[in-house]
């Protein structure tokens, strides 16, 4: 696997009144890796997410996937929304097994895989539940199965824990570690949470609002197992408030 | 008193039923009817304008052992059902295709959005023409006073699908066609069913006014008679019954709508 982002421009409008949100955004992800986009609201990082999803499309620049050119949104590219995106009027295993039937697997497959990832995600016994009687961490981890079910070659994450509260949000982080230790995925993660992006991810670019550029790229070689001792250890925190200085410094490119 | 004392039965009683979503509104329906009864049976007011709830009563048990009152009842209700049906039918695939389509969308809702806000009543003399004094004319003025309305509204009802959950199918590798049938259409049906349950209150004002200017038998049609003969009590009788078979068909939609979209509660 070989996500290829090179040269990715976006701007929005026409003529005079285009504004440029991405400029020259440029980076790799291979199979296995986990990496994070960290920035500000305004760094054009969500505009990263949806290009590669396919949901728009960049202004210049290409993606690929693979090789292949990304054009369109496809079951290849998982994505997992910060909110209100589970289907309410299914429960919990019909939202995870909806993928695979847009896929039109076989019935059996679905089955199976739908308790697996249940399972996976720590849920089967809220098989039945639907997602209102589910809190926001639950309904979270149904949408991450449901988006691993379908098999995808990348997990993307928007803001996946930005709507939790901060206790569950911890938890959450640590699932999602087990999670991509034990299953092996590639996910690309997108949040404003410096502490978050170092916590889970190999390699962490960090943005720059107007107009949204990778300013600086870290790769990141933490000792994960204990991540409760981890958020507290020194060198953590010394790597967390190097960037959080870079970060703070960064001005809009216009004003400079 | 402290907060130990027993709180006495009755006093138990009377508040446990007083919190029964129903009791105030039989209450309040029970209040028009007794005041009803006393000021037209206490004759300060002419039997004729205000009939007493006893000779509205014997009224409508006239009509139903006659069976002008069943009969009356089925050919409003055949009118309603066939006007709203065709209504809605269509509105529902022209709805979702201009909350769906945004070229369609600019199309189609200016124009109606301008012939909504006709009165349906006024094409009475139009459909006449057109049509005659048969049933066509009737539906169509069923037809032509919900349609809109039904379409504009099943298409706002599209518009408000959370843009996730439309992105989130097509990320899972969802096509149009899938999308349109088991994320929009799943997901307003909640809204189109109670699009339909306001606009058939419309459907019950049409036919009555279709029937007011031209028909031989129906609710409206035993109102226009009973006023030539200043049959009051006759009016009564239509009035209620209309009433009742509306508030019958609103409630039918509420039960279905709790049955078919209990996640929506």
Redesign the interface.
């Known amino acids: 696997m070989h996500l290829q982002v090179s040269n990715v421009c976006k701007s929005f409008g026409h003529g005079t009144q285009a504004k440029l949100v991405l400029d020259q955004v440029s980076f790799d992800l291979h199979g296995g890796e986990f990496l994070a986009l960290v920035g500000s609201s305004g760094s054009g990082k969500s505009t990263v997410m949806r290009l590669i999803a396919g949901l728009d499309r960049p202004s210049s620049g290409s993606i690929t996937l693979d090789a292949r050119p990304v054009r369109s949104p496809g079951s290849d590219r998982g994505m997992v929304f910060q909110k209100y995106s589970l289907y309410p009027w299914l429960t919990a295993a019909q939202n995870v097994a909806f993928g695979m039937e847009l896929q039109q697997r076989p019935r059996n497959e679905i089955r199976e895989r739908t308790a697996y990832f249940l399972e996976v995600v720590g849920l089967a016994d809220a098989a039945r539940s639907l997602p209102r009687e589910l809190s926001g961490g639950m309904q979270q981890r149904i949408a991450i199965a449901r988006a691993l079910a379908a098999e995808p070659k990348v997990l993307l994450l928007d803001e996946p824990f930005g709507a939790l509260d901060i206790q569950i949000r911890e938890s959450m982080q640590e699932f999602l570690h087990q999670l991509w230790r034990q299953t092996g995925l590639t996910a690309l993660l997108i949040t404003h949470d410096l502490e978050e992006a170092l916590l889970l991810a190999g390699q962490v670019h960090i943005m720059a609002p107007s107009p949204g550029r990778i300013v600086r790229s870290v790769t990141v070689d933490l000792e994960r197992s204990d991540m409760a001792r981890l958020r507290v250890s020194s060198d953590f925190l010394q790597l967390r408030e190097d960037l959080a200085q870079s970060l703070r410094s960064l001005e809009p490119a216009g004003r400079r | 008193m402290s907060r130990s004392d027993p709180v006495p039965l009755a006093t138990a009683r009377l508040r446990r039923s007083l919190r029964h979503p129903w009791t105030l509104g039989v209450l309040g329906v029970a209040v028009v009817v007794l005041l009803w009864f006393l000021i037209s049976n206490s004759g300060v007011v002419d039997k004729l304008f205000l009939p007493t709830p006893q000779a509205v009563w014997a009224a409508g048990q006239t009509q139903w052992v006659s069976g002008i009152l069943v009969k009356d009842a089925l050919a409003s209700i055949q009118r309603v059902f066939i006007g709203f049906a065709l209504s809605a039918g269509l509105a529902l695939p022209i709805g979702i295709a201009m909350g769906t389509n945004v070229i369609l969308c600019r199309l189609l809702e200016p124009l109606m959005a301008l012939i909504r806000y006709m009165p349906a009543p006024a094409f009475i003399p139009l459909l006449i023409i057109y049509f005659g004094l048969e049933e066509l004319p009737k539906v169509l003025l069923i037809f032509i006073g919900t349609f809109f309305f039904n379409a504009l509204m099943i298409m706002d009802a599209v518009k408000f699908v959370?843009r996730?959950?439309v992105?989130?199918?097509?990320?899972?590798?969802?096509r149009r066609l899938?999308i349109l049938t088991?994320?929009v259409a799943?997901?307003i049906a909640p809204q189109v069913l109670d699009t339909y349950r306001i606009n058939m209150a419309s459907a019950w004002n049409l036919v009555i006014v279709a029937e007011l200017v031209a028909a031989s038998e129906g609710l409206g049609k035993r109102i226009s008679l009973a006023q030539r003969f200043l049959r009051t009590d006759e009016i009564f009788v239509g009035l209620i019954v209309i009433g009742l078979i509306g508030l019958m068909i609103d409630l039918g939609f509420r039960f279905l709508m709790r049955r078919a979209?209990s996640?929506?509660n």
Request: some cysteine; glycine content about 10%.
């Open positions: 959370p996730e959950l992105e989130t199918a097509r990320t899972l590798g969802g899938p088991r994320v799943p997901y979209c996640w929506a």
